[in-house]
């Protein structure tokens, strides 16, 4: 189960001026489909899967709620598909882009070598739209999938007063 059609990834791909995929794509569109799940699905946690924590992929939701306006319950908007068709493109040219990990524990903050200095910060320490921390991120993506997003940090009204 994948987002998006085989049809609609030959023609977004062409839209974009981007070549064919050299792979069959069905696979490239499950393997985008699982990243952009993997990657930004924690991100959407002011909603939850409308088929319930069965369902196989992060969309459609229920409770999501995009510029004020209720998400039907029944529809995977169509930037979630077009994030997920980038990230097939990304896993065809560059094979194993959405697959492969980091190893956090061997990340750089830091970095001096003779007068020049740089320094780094992880995913942890900014909160940005990237994807989760330790997987590949792609600016196109974030940029794409930033307005379904949950505001972060956000508090609910009925969490200010506590009644003890």
């Known amino acids: 189960m994948a987002y998006g059609t085989d049809d609609g990834l030959i023609e977004w791909l062409a839209a974009q001026g981007l070549p064919p995929t050299m792979g069959d794509p069905a696979v490239l569109r499950q393997i985008g489909s699982n990243y952009i799940d993997a990657a930004y699905e924690a991100r959407l946690n002011c909603s939850s899967?409308?088929?319930?924590f069965n369902q196989l992929l992060a969309w459609p939701r229920k409770g999501h709620k995009m510029n004020g306006q209720t998400?039907?319950?029944d529809l995977v908007p169509q930037a979630w598909i077009n994030a997920a068709y980038r990230a097939a493109y990304l896993e065809d040219m560059t094979?194993?882009?959405a697959t492969k990990g980091t190893d956090a524990s061997r990340q750089t903050k830091r970095e001096r070598v003779d007068t020049?200095?740089?320094e780094f910060f992880s995913?942890?320490?900014a909160a940005g739209t990237d994807?989760?921390?330790g997987m590949p991120s792609d600016s196109i993506i974030n940029g794409m999938v930033l307005p379904l997003l949950c505001k972060q940090g956000v508090r609910d009204p009925n969490s200010l007063f506590r009644v003890i």
Do not use: F, M, T, Y
């Open 49 to 52: 899967r409308a088929g319930g």
């Open 71 to 73: 998400v039907p319950s």
């Open 95 to 97: 094979p194993g882009w």
């Open 116 to 118: 020049i200095e740089r």
């Open 123 to 125: 995913a942890a320490d």
């Open 131 to 133: 994807a989760s921390a």
